[in-house]
T-cell receptor, first 112, second 116 residues
Framework: QQQVKQSPQSLIVQKGGISIINCAYE??????FPWYQQFPGKGPALLIA?????SEKKEGRFTISFNKSAKQFSLHIMDSQPGDSATYFC???????????FGAGTRLFVKA | KAGVTQTPRYLIKTRGQQVTLSCSPI?????VSWYQQTPGQGLQFLFE???????NKGNFPGRFSGRQFSNSRSEMNVSTLELGDSALYLC???????????????FGPGTRLTVL
């Protein structure tokens, strides 16, 4: 119930292509879904986040699509660049829970 | 504003020893969470503190403990170290609204602990 399942584990995309990472959750009490980006030697940093009252949120080249009925959400990186090569984590939390559950992470490599 | 700082950045210990890691949150942030990151298990939640009170705890043995001080700085302690405790330990801070509303966490660079 507390798990967030993330796929794929790793992803290789050509420069200019679209990177898509998917996550699924079970706990319907979750009400905040952030995505974090982590570069080697650094801590994760917030990339973009969504709440379940909207189905899509876009910030620059990054878009979250959210499907409440399917309990799934995904990150789309448009026009992927080599600088996007990093590990991406989806996460979920709920009001009053005082903790965030993270997916296992996706290592993205964008080929120049 | 300065970010989350963690000390030390690297630590090497032997089995059976104990270790204390420190985290200074962003100024004004009252919530501090700790995570263990390993290649096989990803980011695992250890515990969260707000105003010196532990509000939630993950599924880790009692060897893992933490505390938060009145200035919001936090420490975590691992006693009787095991080889499997080798990991990157991350601290994250947030404003941590007292009503428990979810908000953004800001991570430090982590402490890399190696247990030999």
């Amino acid at each position: 119930q507390q798990q967030v399942k993330q796929s794929p584990q790793s992803l290789i995309v050509q420069k200019g292509g679209i990177s898509i990472i998917n996550c699924a959750y079970e706990n319907t009490a979750f009400d905040y879904f952030p995505w974090y980006q982590q570069f080697p030697g650094k801590g994760p940093a917030l990339l973009i986040a969504i709440r379940p009252d909207v189905s899509e949120k876009k910030e620059g080249r990054f878009t979250i699509s959210f499907n409440k009925s399917a309990k799934q959400f995904s990150l789309h990186i448009m026009d992927s660049q080599p600088g996007d090569s990093a590990t991406y984590f989806c996460a979920a939390s709920n009001t009053g829970g005082f903790k965030t559950i993270f997916g296992a992470g996706t290592r993205l490599f964008v080929k120049a | 504003k300065a970010g989350v700082t963690q000390t030390p950045r690297y630590l090497i210990k032997t089995r059976g020893q104990q270790v204390t890691l420190s985290c200074s949150p962003i100024s004004g942030h009252r919530s501090v969470s700790w995570y263990q990151q390993t290649p096989g298990q990803g980011l695992q939640f250890l515990f969260e503190y707000f105003s010196e009170t532990q509000r939630n705890k993950g599924n880790f043995p009692g060897r893992f403990s933490g505390r938060q001080f009145s200035n919001s700085r936090s420490e975590m302690n691992v006693s009787t170290l095991e080889l499997g405790d080798s990991a990157l330990y991350l601290c994250a801070s947030s404003t941590g609204p007292s009503d428990g509303g979810a908000d953004t966490q800001y991570f430090g660079p982590g402490t890399r602990l190696t247990v030999l």
